[in-house]
Structure formats: structure tokens, C-alpha cells
């Protein structure tokens, strides 16, 4: 073994402190609503909320249960989810596959196109006009289509392929009459479970988080996703719907209200944070290996 010089001991102290220091900046703020979502609201507004929750109240999760609109938006999030990342991961095999093949001809110009769109896009309005003329506009299909496919995942899925997949066990199936169609389903995707991990979690992520195309799209309050559905709570300034009679006094419908906010922001990102542990070895094992190098 090498031993390691002062330097170098140093060194590594210096990042590991570092990487700490990052850790808790990251944690904290989840740690923070989670704590603020179950403790007495006046206690959060009077700062005395740090890591323990005080004075335990479920309050805030009572009221975001019994209100229709995010119970909806939940629902409408997960179908958008769903939906949207079955296409996504559908759009971006057959684009990816196909430019991994070295048979395919004019693959340098068709991933030159490709990339163009990474730098140059339309603009907001001719993205309106085209969806308007489509007939998508308060339509799931506003929030799905236009973001069926990212460049840059396709990128990564392709230069996976190249470097993981075989040409020649590609090459002996062709031999053995199986189609292209046949060597992708049969040979291509059973060998490529780590970068679909990694494409499933980056797409859903996407699709949950996402909120600036349904504000755009959508007109129907019906068909909000959560996330939208979320940001009017965050700006509301008054919640007196959501705190329910209108005769409660206006401090408790403040603190009330800030108390739904925190449990909102802990439902909305729950999902997302309990599907990552289960993705997490093909996550990094695909992100590494599909990585673009030189």
C-alpha cells in the first residue's frame, strides 16, 4: 500500500469537511419541513423550530387531505407521470438505438440535428402557437408531447449502447434471422437496465416537478398537477379556504396555513425521494457508464 504523505492526509480532510458541509446544507431545509410540517405552527413562526418538532400537531396533513384540489392534483400528477415517462423512455430507445448503430447512414448528420435543438429552440410563443394548432391546449397531451424527448438523455442512452452492447452479439442475431426490432427487445434492452434505470428516474423527476407547462397549457383547474396546485398555496395570502370557517381569527388562519404548506411540500416530494433508494445502484452504475468520454 502507499503510504500517505501529510499532503495528502490533509487534502483529504479538507474535502471530507467539505462534503459534510454540503451533506447538512442539502439535509437540513428537508429535515426543516419535515420538522415545521408536525410542530405547533406558532412555534414555527416564532423560530423556536430548529431539528425537534415542537408541540406535535397533524393538523397541517388533516387539512391537505380534506382539500379536493390536491387530492386531484396528486392524481392528475401521477397519471402525467406515469404516461409522460413511459413515452419518454419509448422515444428515447428509438432515437438512441438506431444512432448507436454504425450501419445507419447519415448517423453524424442525424445526431447533428439532434444536438442543434440542445442550443436553438422556437421560443415560447411559436411553442403555443404549434400546440394551440394541435389541438393540445388544456390537454394532458400539452404537458407529454413537447417534452417527449431530451436530447441529452438520448445522448447518453446512445454512447451507452456503443460502449456496452456488443456489435458482434448484435451482429450473431442478425445472423440468426432476428430483426432490428427483434435484437433490440431481445438482446439490447435486457443488457441495458442500468441507463433505463437512470432514464426512468430523470424523466419522472421531470414530469413530477414540473409546473411552468401546465401554467401555460392548461385552463381547466380540474386537470392542475400537484405541483401547480402547490405554488398558489405557496403565494396565496389568504387561505381561508383551505383553513375552512370563516369565522377562525386571522392570526390562527396564518398559522394554519403555514402549516399546510410545510405538509404539501412534504407529500409532493415524498414519492420522488422514497424511489430513489430503490434505483439508486443502477442510477450510478448507468450515469458512469453512459457518461460521454473521450
Keep these: 500500500m502507499v503510504k ?52 406535535i400537531t397533524f393538523r397541517g396533513y388533516e387539512k391537505v387531505f ?23 423512455i419509448v422515444m428515447t430507445i428509438l432515437a438512441a438505438y438506431p444512432l448507436s448503430r454504425k450501419d445507419l447512414a447519415g448517423r453524424g448528420l442525424f445526431t447533428a440535428f439532434f444536438v442543434f435543438t440542445m ?24 404537458l407529454i408531447i413537447p417534452n417527449a424527448l431530451a436530447i441529452w438523455n438520448v445522448i447518453i442512452m446512445r454512447t451507452f449502447f ?14 440468426d434471422g432476428c430483426s432490428n426490432l427483434q435484437i433490440l427487445v431481445r438482446i439490447v434492452l435486457p443488457l441495458s437496465m442500468p441507463i433505463l434505470a437512470v432514464m426512468t428516474l430523470f424523466y419522472c423527476v421531470a414530469h413530477w416537478n414540473s409546473f411552468f407547462n401546465a401554467l401555460i397549457y392548461l385552463t381547466d383547474r380540474g386537470k392542475y398537477p400537484l405541483q401547480l396546485v ?21 392570526a390562527k388562519s396564518v398559522m394554519e396555513g403555514e402549516s399546510i404548506k410545510y405538509a404539501v411540500v412534504i407529500i409532493a416530494n415524498l414519492p420522488v425521494l422514497l424511489l430513489y433508494p430503490f434505483l439508486q445502484r443502477y442510477f450510478v452504475k448507468g450515469l458512469v457508464i453512459g457518461a460521454v468520454k473521450g
Excluded at 467539505?18 to 419541513?33: E, G, K, T
Excluded at 442550443?119 to 400539452?142: D, R
Excluded at 456503443?162 to 445472423?175: D, F, L, M, T, Y
Design 162 to 175: 456503443q460502449q456496452n452492447i456488443p456489435i458482434e452479439v448484435q451482429e450473431s442475431a442478425q445472423i
Design 66 to 88: 380534506q382539500n379536493n384540489d390536491i387530492l386531484q392534483g396528486y392524481g392528475n400528477t401521477i397519471l402525467y407521470t406515469v404516461i409522460g415517462t413511459a413515452v419518454n
Design 119 to 142: 442550443f436553438f429552440s422556437g421560443g415560447l410563443i411559436p411553442a403555443y402557437l404549434l400546440v394551440k394548432n394541435l389541438g393540445m391546449v388544456n390537454t394532458m397531451w400539452a
Design 4 to 55: 500517505e504523505t501529510f499532503g495528502d492526509k490533509l487534502l483529504s480532510f479538507i474535502i471530507h469537511a467539505l462534503l459534510v458541509l454540503v451533506l447538512i446544507a442539502v439535509l437540513y431545509p428537508l429535515l426543516f419541513v419535515l420538522v415545521a410540517s408536525i410542530s405547533d405552527p406558532s412555534k414555527v413562526l416564532g423560530g423556536e423550530v430548529w431539528l425537534w418538532p415542537k408541540g
Design 230 to 250: 402547490l405554488r398558489e398555496i405557496l403565494i396565496q395570502s389568504n387561505l381561508k379556504d383551505m383553513v375552512g370557517t370563516s369565522e377562525e381569527s386571522l
